[in-house]
């Protein structure tokens, strides 16, 4: 069984840094694509950045291009999201999500149906 298990999250205020991390267990974590998503109060599920299977593509949403890396260690099984510069309007918990597709960078990255697994999220708090 697939799992995603988010961690790095917490309170940090504006301008400071924070790095995600996404560990991955069960299937084979180097064929898919990896995204994370993020959700603020009361807001739907928005994309963030995404990294094809290859590590070689990265995507990112235009409000945290320049910002934010993601980056994968597939001898580690896990995603990471560099944040720098971060933000109040970045408050949001921050899930890590796996893409349905193998071995292919040509997903819908920012459509959260094109990802079949998802972490439990974890909550980042940036104060102004």
């Known amino acids: 069984q697939v799992q995603l298990v988010e961690s790095g999250g917490g309170l940090v205020q504006a301008g400071d840094s924070l790095r995600l991390s996404c560990a991955v267990s069960?299937?084979?974590?180097?064929?898919?694509?990896l995204g994370w998503f993020r959700q603020a109060p009361g807001k739907e599920r928005e994309f963030v950045a995404a990294?094809?299977?290859?590590?070689?593509?990265?995507y990112y949403a235009d409000s945290v291009r320049g910002r934010f890396t993601i980056s994968r260690d597939n001898a580690e099984n896990a995603v990471y999201l560099q944040m720098n510069s971060l933000k109040s309007e970045d408050t949001a918990v921050y899930y890590c999500?796996?893409?349905?597709?193998?071995?292919?960078?040509?997903?819908?990255?920012?459509?959260?149906?094109?990802?079949?697994?998802w972490g439990q999220g974890t909550q980042v708090t940036v104060s102004s």
């Open positions: 999500a796996r893409s349905r597709r193998m071995y292919t960078d040509r997903w819908d990255k920012e459509e959260t149906d094109e990802y079949d697994r």
């Open positions: 069960g299937g084979t974590f180097s064929v898919y694509g």
């Open positions: 990294i094809a299977w290859s590590g070689g593509s990265t």
